[in-house]
């Protein structure tokens, strides 16, 4: 068995990626990610490692037991948060039915610790949303009305993965759920969502806007209508 095949825990993953930290980068992920006082990442810990770093360690650590991904997942360091689930992305993919189903419900137990913005993008769509692609989406309701920011920006990031497969009615179900949600973020992420649903079927975005626009958040129209014609942009925004 060579090296990289035996690093199968969670405690040798902490090793490497943190042998692998750089205090420079952890300073600025500190602002970058908002975790002053009151700030939505408040008390966010980082070791310092960009997302490519971060990549390039999952094949020597694709066999981790998912009880140890989760251990993983619950720590108070960022990116071995985010390295959990970019292994549980991974292993999503590879999985068969009943490991899918598994992965899943492990997911969404636990929520609590993808409490971020690049957290839930890196895996709400490849992990909630392809497991309730061929399902019942009740669950993607279920979360959008959470009190948990996180939960909500699961709900409307998890359809991107529907999007992408020309599936659109619950994106635009989500997002009119979403559009009184007083958070940025969450602003931020239903315009993303609708956009990418613009790219598929522009005529269905614009009648959603045509509906909503004038009581939509500034910051939600903003992102949705981000690549329309500047005539266009000015006529959605002066509503």
Request: charged content about 30%.
């Amino acid at each position: 068995m060579s090296k990289s095949a035996k690093r199968v825990s969670a405690a040798d993953a902490r090793r490497v990626l943190r042998d692998l930290g750089d205090p420079a980068i952890a300073e600025h992920s500190q602002r970058f990610f908002k975790t002053g006082p009151g700030e939505y990442g408040e008390g966010d810990r980082f070791l310092g490692l960009r997302v490519p770093v971060l990549r390039k360690q999952t094949a020597a650590f694709a066999a981790m037991p998912l009880s140890q991904v989760l251990s993983l997942l619950r720590s108070r360091y960022h990116e071995e948060r985010l390295f959990a689930l970019l292994l549980m992305v991974r292993q999503y993919s590879k999985s068969n039915d009943a490991g899918k189903t598994k992965i899943y419900e492990k997911y969404l137990e636990n929520t609590g610790y993808i409490n971020n913005w690049d957290l839930v993008d890196t895996s709400a769509h490849a992990i909630v949303g392809a497991y309730l692609f061929e399902r019942d989406r009740e669950p993607l309701f279920q979360l959008a009305r959470s009190e948990s920011l996180w939960e909500r920006r699961i709900a409307i990031i998890a359809t991107y993965f529907m999007i992408k497969r020309d599936d659109l009615a619950d994106t635009l179900a989500i997002s009119e759920v979403l559009l009184k949600d007083t958070h940025d973020l969450i602003h931020k992420a239903v315009g993303w969502m609708l956009r990418e649903l613009g790219n598929r079927d522009l005529e269905r975005e614009k009648q959603f806007l045509d509906r909503h626009a004038a009581v939509m958040p500034r910051t939600m129209l903003r992102y949705a209508i981000e690549r329309f014609p500047n005539d266009e942009r000015r006529a959605y925004l002066s509503r």
